[in-house]
């Protein structure tokens, strides 16, 4: 496998080693190597658009969460192409999603790749913690000698990097000028005949397949917990229950993912709230019409601690989701979790006591 | 009281705005829109603080406390007794 990669690398990026003339080094970081005759040679790498099924072997693990760190590309700059001193400079983050997105969508274009350093995290969310940011941006451009590699001074930044990115102080600090492009680089092709944004263009969007490959990851973070709680639920013997808690999960984890928008109420919580209430009222009917040889009281109880219970799992699962989404703000989210998790830890708390005690009343041997 | 997401920080001040249309740019939710004179905010709802337009605005007119929508980190953040919040999931958001 390490040795597909490594060939794969080799093969892809080919580092081309470009002499200039220049030295405005600021003596960060290692890229300018300074030569005996006192030139910097500035290391560029080529990259094409073509995503291989090595790219999309390592797109697979990113979305299933497995080895978060590794999905990186070196940050620096690309060429792609045969770029010419005048070709547009494309700003990237060095996560192998948003790197390759962007290569395959400007497959047929010449251009420059300037690829920062955001540790291996997405534009957005490297935005949002500054990782992809102003001082970023200066950094790289002086570290790879951008200024004497194109003659104009503009940098095509994606949108959704506004967050940690001050169009003003680059161009003050650098001399580029930051244009902001679409949100998606698939629009990029679009956006270059005109270089004006549509507003459908200008707006995220989260539609069904979005959602749908978080799902992996957001079970990755929950799944240990969760498979303890239901083994431990089937060795005090109930396997109905086991099997309530991995329902109660997959309508938190799955169907309100999937049905998020067209859940009927605003919050989160209360969508996650009225997935796990359809699952638990399966489970309610069913322990309380399968149980016939059992005392109507235990009935009951069961029917009710499933009724308790699972919904505040889904509910607890879905709060979590925000994270993810592309809409939730910190005000609401925060109200959320004060409104919603006092029920929550309440409701969910009652109802496992209740369960406590009617697996005693079991194993004691009944009323 | 079932909907958190009715208001939100976000404040702007047209008497500030020189119409220079960074807000509309960089916004993702189409919270402000262009027009003749001044930047109007036409769905405030819709804002998820992302700060976005706050940072590019050159007069100062927009104002907002963002931060990271996400209840896992928040929670967590609780739980560790930080102040700050920081995104801690890595690439999967
Ligand atoms: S960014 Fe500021 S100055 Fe520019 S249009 Fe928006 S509010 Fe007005
Ligand atoms: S904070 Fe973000 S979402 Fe809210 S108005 Fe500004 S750019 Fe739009």
Redesign the pocket.
């Known amino acids: 496998m390490k040795d597909i990669l490594e060939k794969q690398a080799e093969t892809t990026t080919k580092e081309i080693k470009k002499t200039i003339s220049c030295c405005s080094s600021s003596g960060r970081r290692s890229e300018p190597i300074f030569t005996l005759s006192g030139k910097t040679d500035y290391v560029i790498k080529s990259t094409s658009g073509e995503i291989t099924p090595v790219n999309r072997l390592d797109h697979l693990m990113a979305r299933l969460g497995v080895k978060r760190e590794q999905h990186r590309v070196e940050p620096g700059l690309y060429t792609m192409g045969n770029p010419k001193k005048d070709s547009p400079v494309f700003v990237s983050a060095n996560y192998t999603l948003s790197f390759d997105a962007l290569r395959s969508a400007l497959k047929s274009i010449d251009c420059y790749i300037l690829v920062l350093d955001t540790k291996g995290v997405n534009v957005w969310c490297a935005a949002g913690k500054g990782a992809f940011g102003t001082n970023e941006i200066v950094h790289r451009i002086e570290s790879v000698g951008l200024k004497d590699v194109v003659n104009h001074r503009i940098l095509i930044v994606p949108q959704l990097g506004a967050t940690g990115v001050d169009a003003r102080q680059v161009r003050d600090r650098s001399g580029f000028k930051v244009e902001f492009g679409p949100v998606r680089a698939a629009d990029l092709p679009e956006y270059l005949k005109t270089h004006r944004a549509t507003p459908e263009m200008r707006s995220v969007r989260f539609t069904l397949y979005d959602r749908i490959v978080l799902i992996p990851v957001e079970m990755k973070n929950f799944l240990i917990p969760l498979l303890i709680a239901s083994v431990i639920l089937a060795l005090v013997g109930s396997y109905t229950a086991a099997a309530a808690v991995i329902s109660a999960a997959f309508s938190g984890l799955v169907l309100f993912p999937i049905l998020l928008p067209w859940i009927p109420t605003t919050d989160f919580s209360t969508k996650g709230f009225l997935m796990g209430g359809l699952a638990a009222v399966i489970f309610a009917l069913d322990s309380f019409y399968s149980m016939t040889n059992e005392n109507l009281w235990l009935r009951f109880g069961w029917a009710l601690a499933y009724m308790l219970v699972m919904p505040q799992i889904s509910a607890f699962l879905a709060l979590n989701f925000t994270g993810s989404t592309t809409f939730a703000s910190v005000t609401g989210v925060k109200r959320e979790i004060f409104t919603y998790m006092p029920i929550m830890a309440w409701v969910s708390g009652i109802g496992i006591i209740l369960i406590i005690v009617l697996s005693s009343v079991k194993i004691i041997g009944g009323i | 009281m079932f909907n958190s997401y009715v208001s939100n920080t976000l404040e ?3 008497e ?11 916004c993702p939710h189409r919270v ?1 829109s ?1 027009d003749g004179k ?2 109007q905010l036409v769905n405030p709802k819709a804002c998820m603080e992302c700060g976005a ?1 706050q940072l ?7 104002k907002v406390d963002n931060g990271v929508g996400c209840a896992s980190a928040m929670m967590l953040a609780a739980v560790k007794g930080k102040k700050e919040v920081t995104c801690g999931c890595d690439s999967s958001c």
Do not use: Q, R
């Not at chain 2, 500030?16 to 960089?26: E, P």
């Not at chain 2, 590019?56 to 927009?62: F, L, S, V």
């Open positions: 702007y001040d047209p500030l705005c020189i119409n220079c249309g960074m807000c509309s740019t960089v402000f262009p001044k930047a337009c590019n605005c050159p007069t100062k007119a927009i």
